[in-house]
């Protein structure tokens, strides 16, 4: 997966707001596996799959974007802040 090992796995236990993991089926830089990877990885996270789309976001998908930001940011989720 990401080169450098699974030190970044470490961290990932620190973040307290809710996340929202926008990724392309077809990025060929980094495979669809990384965003899934990291879905499963970070509890309560979300991951938004845009069919078909590729390493960067085309405006073609941005009102699916929005609409899933809009969901997941009105939506409850279990606050980990202090």
């Known amino acids: 997966m990401l080169k450098g090992g699974d030190a970044w796995k470490s961290n ?6 809710p996340l929202l993991i926008v ?6 830089i980094f495979p669809v596996e990384h965003g899934e990877l990291l ?3 970070v509890e309560g996270a979300e ?3 845009l ?3 590729g390493h960067e976001i ?9 609409s899933a930001i809009d969901a997941h ?3 409850q989720h279990p606050s980990k802040l202090p």
């Open 12 to 17: 990932l236990g620190e973040l307290v707001a």
């Open 23 to 28: 990724h392309g089926t077809a990025d060929p």
């Open 39 to 41: 879905a499963e990885t």
């Open 47 to 49: 991951l938004l799959r």
């Open 51 to 53: 069919e078909g789309g």
């Open 58 to 66: 085309h405006p073609e998908d941005w009102d699916e974007i929005i």
């Open 73 to 75: 940011t009105g939506a």
